[in-house]
């Protein structure tokens, strides 16, 4: 089936702007998380969503946000882009929210985000 | 902040030979995972240990944990230069925590 598909995959913004991302779980999957990685931090959770609600939020501004829709794709945005925005973003699936099978979260293959 | 801090941050070994990662965690945990990341793109799940477990296999990958130590190790036997990539251990279960992680090179 299907992976975790991300879009799009690089992106080039400027200081000021705004940016939505797409991610479109593996079919069946309800629970979509978001991941920021960069060189200084690492990978850091922004968001989960289940069922189109947010269930989790990690320590971010509120220029991120995102949204989940009843199909389960998500979208995250982030709005009044800074140069620190400039990252990789991971958006994972899984079928249920909390819960870790054996086969633990899948990840898309990013959006690679440059802010100039 | 990170749960998990990897040991060491970067490894170079040739193929053939073994490579082993370390984590170590803070807090108590339910789980373990392994990921792997080749040259910033997405993650691939290697392997998942429960807290009840103390090993576990996964073809060339073995995955021991102490939870009285509260760390973890990946052990990758007889290595390929396809395993040259970034692995990570993480923990939690709705909101995964990341170590930053240990690179691997493995030399043909």
């Known amino acids: 089936k299907a992976g975790v598909t991300q879009t799009p995959r690089y992106l080039i913004k400027t200081r000021g702007q705004q940016v939505t991302l797409s991610c479109s779980p593996i079919?069946?999957?309800?629970?979509v998380s978001w991941y920021q990685q960069t060189p200084g931090q690492g990978l850091q959770f922004l968001f989960e969503?289940?069922?189109?609600?947010?269930?989790n939020k990690g320590n971010f501004p509120g220029r991120f946000s995102g949204r989940q829709f009843s199909n389960s794709r998500s979208e995250m945005n982030v709005s009044t882009l800074e140069l620190g925005d400039s990252a990789l973003y991971l958006c994972?699936?899984?079928?249920?929210?909390?819960?870790?099978?054996?086969?633990?979260?899948?990840f898309g293959s990013g959006t690679r985000l440059t802010v100039v | 902040s990170q749960q998990g801090e990897e040991d060491p941050q970067a490894l170079s070994i040739q193929e053939g030979e073994n490579a082993t990662m370390n984590c170590s965690y803070k807090?108590?945990?339910?789980?373990l995972q392994w990921y792997r990341q080749n040259s910033g793109r997405g993650l691939v799940h290697l392997i998942l240990?429960?807290?009840?477990?103390r090993e576990k296999h996964s073809g060339r990958l073995r995955v021991t944990l102490d939870t009285s130590k509260k760390s973890s190790s990946l052990l990758i036997t007889a290595s390929r230069a396809a395993d040259t990539a970034s692995y990570f251990c993480?923990?939690?279960?709705?909101?995964?925590?990341f170590g930053k992680g240990t690179k691997l090179t493995v030399n043909p």
């Open positions: 994972a699936s899984s079928f249920y929210l909390g819960v870790i099978t054996n086969y633990g979260y899948t």
């Open positions: 993480a923990t939690g279960s709705e909101k995964l925590v």
């Open positions: 969503y289940f069922s189109e609600t947010q269930r």
């Open positions: 807090t108590s945990i339910n789980n």
């Open positions: 079919s069946g999957h309800r629970s």
């Open positions: 240990i429960r807290s009840n477990e």
